[in-house]
């Protein structure tokens, strides 16, 4: 075969995230797509968008490669530019918008982006960020959910909007990066996890498969679609099948449940905090929720009595439980809704499109009711952490991808996530490494030891809680450790709690114990039972 003959073959069988809105959109044109405060787009129109936003990205000097980062609350035009960055090849770094802007800048500078793409409640923080030494050349502004007016001297979405809305034919290749999603571990600075085209698409259909998904859904994207869960366990496959989105930059439970109502959605997904916020709002029960089949959550664990709750209040909807983290795409492994109450608690088994295994240190299947580590092949996985050789070398040391989480597996196969090798805290669905709190902590003259541990609280599932020992002949109270920590670190990863001990449990290797302090600071109790009591029946 000819080289030429070769790439005309490779032309034909392209398939990449651009190409799916295309394809959605030749096969259901006046279908509803997008809709968005008071926009909405059919998919004929989304798709012409995005060939015009494209076209205006190459005239701005963006190419194939390029990175893009996103400092954005959700929106139509947060969708767009996800799908026309892919669709001209370059790279999408989505960012928390809850970072301060010297961790946004953080993630601008180790990217590489080239443009950042802000929406209206971020400009200050996306200038100050972008103003530190780094590759940005230009702010464009993104419309939001309300009408607000754009922000004078930047350009906008809508200036981007090239004349020409036709076909788009830049070729990109299956395994082209789409997307550098940064994650936080047990170190204080992010890894930015490298995510192909082929990894993406590859767990849309273990979603589409594993989360019974169907094009005559019409789903609710209420989380935050910097989140790769909101973003490509939900948007992804939606716009793949060519079933009908809403999208909200507002996750708060009223405005959830106002939505589900006025648009008769019947998917939505949030982390367990969300969902009892829900519940326990007064309009629960005063809102029409009967269109509502599939509930979706992840991040964290579901109190059983909250599920036991849920299954009463809304009989007519089953729930999967979707566990997995970046690195994944980000599903790894899935608890259907007939395993809800039989496996509460569980993760479930792995995707379609995963093999997980959960081993010793040797890397052997520890044997049912023992504690491992959880391993992963997948055409998901990232394909390393970006400019971070070491990090990538140990994630996939033995062949497998190291999730660094701690599970166990019952006689019948199903994983349950029993703690974090890496001390990751999953607070309100977002994730905070306790080693970067601790850091900050250790910056308070008075303090001699401290571990951040997050333990069970009715609100955000895991509080982050600050253990504290104080040097002797120092004072220090909580107030000043909170104090310390707020406007220097994200809102979320500020402690809720601060606890003072005489001395901090360690082996005799002196390795820190936090399994114990956790039981420790629940009664000696288990974590999941914990968190159960704290709800009640």
């Known amino acids: 075969m000819t080289g030429n003959i070769a790439a005309t ?76 960055v892919a669709r001209i090849g370059a790279v999408l770094v989505p960012i928390n918008f809850m970072l301060n802007p010297d961790e946004i800048n953080f993630i601008l500078k180790s990217s590489g982006a080239k443009l950042l793409a802000t929406g209206p409640d971020f400009v200050d923080a996306a200038r100050a960020a972008s103003a530190k030494g780094c590759a940005v050349e230009k702010l464009i502004w993104l419309p939001g959910e309300d009408v607000a007016a754009p922000v004078a001297g930047l350009p906008t979405f809508d200036d981007l909007l090239h004349a020409d809305g036709s076909f788009l034919d830049v070729s990109v290749d299956a395994r082209d990066l789409a997307q550098i999603v940064y994650t936080s571990g047990t170190e204080s600075l992010p890894k930015g996890a490298m995510l ?6 590859w767990q849309y259909v273990s979603c589409i498969i594993d989360g019974g998904m169907a094009a005559s859904d019409n789903v609710l994207h209420a989380l935050p679609l910097y989140h790769c869960a909101q973003l490509d366990v939900f948007l992804g496959p939606q716009i793949y099948l060519g079933a009908s989105g809403v999208i909200t930059g507002k996750p708060t439970a009223d405005n959830i449940l106002a939505l589900i109502e006025a ?22 029960d005063k809102t029409d929720l009967s269109t509502l089949e599939k509930g979706y959550y992840g991040a964290s664990i579901m109190p059983v009595e909250v599920l036991l709750e849920l299954q009463r209040r809304l009989p007519k909807v089953k729930f999967w439980n979707f566990y997995g983290q970046t ?17 509460a608690g569980s993760a479930g088994k792995p ?50 991808f190291h999730s660094g989480d701690l599970a166990t597996v019952d006689a019948d196969g199903y994983i349950t996530v029993v703690d974090r090798v890496k001390d990751m ?9 306790s080693r970067e ?10 303090v001699s030891e401290v571990a951040v541990v997050g333990l069970p609280d009715p609100r955000w599932i895991e509080a982050v809680t600050a253990i504290v020992v104080v040097k002797a002949g120092e004072t220090l109270d909580e107030e000043g450790v909170i104090g310390h920590c707020t406007g220097a670190m994200a809102h979320f990863k500020v402690p809720k709690r601060v606890v003072f001990v005489d001395s901090l449990p360690k082996n005799p290797s002196g390795k820190l114990l936090k399994r114990e302090l956790r039981q420790r600071f629940v009664g000696g109790e288990t974590l999941d039972k914990a968190i159960q009591k704290n709800f009640g029946s």
């Not at 192909?196 to 698409?201: D, G, N, P, T, Y």
């Not at 805290?425 to 490494?433: C, D, F, L, P, R």
């Not at 709190?437 to 008075?446: C, F, G, R, W």
């Open 9 to 84: 073959i490779a032309k034909a069988r392209e398939h990449s995230i651009g190409d799916l809105l295309r394809r959605s959109a030749q096969r259901e044109p006046n279908k509803s797509a997008v809709i968005c405060g008071g926009v909405r787009w059919s998919f004929a129109e989304m798709d012409a968008i995005c060939n015009r936003l494209g076209r205006g990205l190459l005239a701005l000097g963006v190419n194939k490669g390029d990175r893009v980062a996103v400092l954005s609350r959700n929106s139509h035009a947060f969708a767009a530019l996800r799908f026309a």
């Open 196 to 201: 192909s085209h082929e990894a993406v698409m």
């Open 437 to 446: 709190v601790e850091e900050m902590i250790y910056k308070i003259p008075a």
């Open 425 to 433: 805290i999953k607070t309100g669905g977002e994730n905070v490494a």
């Open 327 to 343: 690195e994944v795409a980000p599903l790894a492994t899935v608890l259907r809704p007939e395993d809800q109450l039989r496996k």
């Open 351 to 400: 995707a379609i499109n995963v093999e997980t295994r959960v081993v010793d240190t040797a890397m052997q299947d520890v044997r049912v009711g023992e504690i491992g580590e959880i391993v992963h092949r997948s055409p998901h996985l990232l394909s390393g952490y970006y400019n971070d050789p070491e990090k990538t070398a140990a994630a996939f040391a033995g062949g497998w």
């Open 263 to 284: 648009h008769r959605t019947n998917s939505f997904f949030a982390p367990p905090t969300i969902w009892i916020a829900m519940l326990r709002s007064p309009n629960f």
